[in-house]
């Protein structure tokens, strides 16, 4: 059985840290699974595995634990910019920027009454309870990546070899963190009196009244002699609205329309547009009816058939700047993206991964097909390459020295924030660069939770040889306070705001404070007592600048306040 030993006390051996990493990941993933009040702490318990693991001495090479931490943490966060990107510039539009302000003010306020408890509870003059402080600050919001970002602005400050177990402080802090985001937000709900019955009837009748920009089909009969002659683009002109004709019955006979076909009375034409244009073009074109065009389209052979986009060549290129209709002869009347079903307005910008809805004779339907790739196994391939360039451009931006006056080393945006914001802007902006940036949903989620699971993991094996000493023995239980009053004041104080100050609905509120927090779970509860999508809103609405700003900011505290 020596082998068997030796595997598990031979720290520097690979096949020891492989086991290692392999049971604290598998444990503290099924441990994170146990519901205490409905409420679990998911992959995250994988640091408290590892901080056992550590303190039993079930341990390996500091220089391989430094590595896989670094690297876990940079797949995390890049995978996180890219989900974010291609969203993080809209969220700011329809309401959101009064969103993102109150999100921005609860990031302030944890910020204050961190100090604020730091020089109520704490020796100032102690030079390791700041940075404790920083960590327990990131358990209490329950954000990992600030935490990663944290610890590594320490690393680049203290370079003469000072570590700090800010950790524990995290670990300290993250349980009653995720309790507290729930209780607080409740709280909310009992001090502004709110009935949730009501909020769900107001979430009802808003989702009604507002039509955004999802597709609308409808058929017409052309009764306004001023169009009768005209073309349809001359018509769209002259609306300023985007309209799609798939479909035109001329005489008992159907077609499908270009842009230069004339519109003729008692025409019916079937129209795809923006909802909330609809009652605009059915008032100036003619009254809806009801057709069926079933046995007319069969003799012409016209069909309807979704595309999806798979070819590079097409990646970027503008719906307005390909003759689909003129060239091709069909019409394309929606596009669907990650789920969501968009209006095909000649402005889109078309991305790996979209999903036409395609009109027209099956011939010219399937030469369409063909130009767009439609390989649906194509996209379960991720693409690496756009991932790796990202990352090298994200360290060597994160790496650039930033001069401040007063500040004792240059600013650097490190291994978190660099390849955050290169992620963020190739979400958005890759298309031009001719970068393909999409990747499933899974397996987005994967990378994250791989490169998550190895930061978390490192974190609480190298944090486990010190943490009883820490936590037992030292400040533990004022972590454990403090981190509480950093969580549920912000809350509090802008939640009653938001809701007297603002008029947002409270399960609005309840979205905007878990995306604030980036806590799924709190997401989670929210989810169960709506009956809309107003909680999914509202998180992914701050999500993506709060996820930015609790990154930047950790090294803004270390670097600006723990390098004195």
């Known amino acids: 059985m020596d082998w068997l030993i030796n595997l598990f006390t031979t720290t520097d051996s690979i096949a020891h840290v492989v086991l290692l990493y392999s049971i604290v990941i598998a444990a503290g993933i099924y441990l994170g699974k146990i519901k205490i009040g409905g409420i679990s702490l998911g992959v995250t318990f994988v640091l408290f595995v590892g901080i056992f693991a550590g303190h039993i001495g079930f341990t390996g090479p500091i220089g391989i634990l ?5 690297f876990g943490l940079i797949l995390f966060v ?65 954000n990992t990546p600030g935490l990663g970002a944290a610890k590594e602005a320490l690393s680049s400050v203290f370079s003469s070899g ?3 177990d800010i950790a524990s402080g995290y670990a300290c802090a993250y349980p009653l963190g995720v309790m507290g985001i729930i209780g607080a937000t409740l709280a909310i709900r009992f001090i502004c009196r709110v009935n949730i019955d009501e909020e769900n009837l107001k979430i009802k009748e808003l989702e009604q009244e507002s039509p955004d920009d999802k597709p609308h089909m409808m058929c017409l009969k052309v009764s306004n002699a001023y169009i009768a002659g005209r073309t349809l683009q001359e018509i769209t002109e002259f609306l300023n ?24 009375m008692d025409d019916e034409i079937l129209v795809v547009c923006a909802e909330a244009d609809a009652p605009a073009i059915q008032a100036f074109i003619g009254p809806a009816i009801e057709a069926n065009w079933r046995e007319e389209e069969q003799k012409q052979r016209l069909i309807s058939k979704q595309v999806v986009i798979t070819r590079e060549s097409i990646n970027g290129k503008m719906l ?24 095909a307005s000649s402005s889109h910008i078309f991305n790996i991964g979209d999903r036409l809805t395609v009109v027209g004779s099956e011939e010219n339907v399937a030469r369409v097909s063909e130009m767009m790739g439609n390989s649906e196994k194509l996209l379960n391939h991720p693409n690496f390459a756009t991932i790796f360039i990202g990352i090298l451009v994200g360290i060597l931006f994160g790496s650039l020295p930033i001069a401040i006056p007063n500040m004792p080393v240059p600013l650097k945006l490190g291994l978190a924030g660099g390849p955050l914001i290169i992620a963020i802007l190739i979400g958005r902006f890759g298309h031009r660069m001719h970068l393909i940036t999409y990747t499933t949903t899974s397996a987005n989620m994967m990378l994250r939770e791989f490169g998550l699971a190895l930061f978390l993991a490192s974190v609480g094996i190298k944090a486990g040889h010190g943490f009883w000493d820490t936590v037992v023995q030292g400040d533990g239980l004022k972590y454990v306070y403090t981190g509480f009053l950093i969580t549920v004041i912000p809350i509090l104080l802008i939640g009653f705001i938001a809701r007297k100050r603002y008029k947002f609905n409270y399960f609005t509120i309840m979205g905007m404070i878990a995306g604030s927090y980036t806590d799924p779970p709190a997401l989670a509860y929210a989810n169960s007592v709506c009956v809309g999508e107003a909680p999914a809103i509202g998180y992914s609405t701050v999500y993506p600048l709060t996820m930015f700003l609790r990154i930047l900011t950790a090294q803004l505290i270390v670097l600006f306040f723990c390098g004195g």
Do not use: W
């Open 320 to 343: 307005g700047n390909i003759p689909f209709n003129a060239v091709y002869g069909v019409n394309i009347t929606r596009i669907t993206r990650q789920g969501m079903e968009l209006f």
């Open 66 to 70: 430094s590595f896989l931490q670094d």
């Open 162 to 164: 000072q570590s700090f």
């Open 241 to 264: 609205r985007d309209i799609v004709c798939t479909r035109l019955m001329h005489k008992g006979v159907v077609s499908v329309p270009t842009r230069n076909t004339n519109l003729e």
């Open 78 to 142: 890049f995978m996180i910019g890219m989900q974010v990107g291609p969203g993080f510039f809209e969220s700011f539009g329809k309401g959101g920027i009064k969103l993102n302000a109150l999100a921005a003010a609860i990031i302030l306020l944890n910020i204050v009454v961190m100090f604020g408890c730091y020089y109520i509870f704490f020796d100032t003059k102690n030079p390791d309870n700041l940075p404790m402080m920083v960590g327990t600050l990131y358990g209490a919001v329950t």
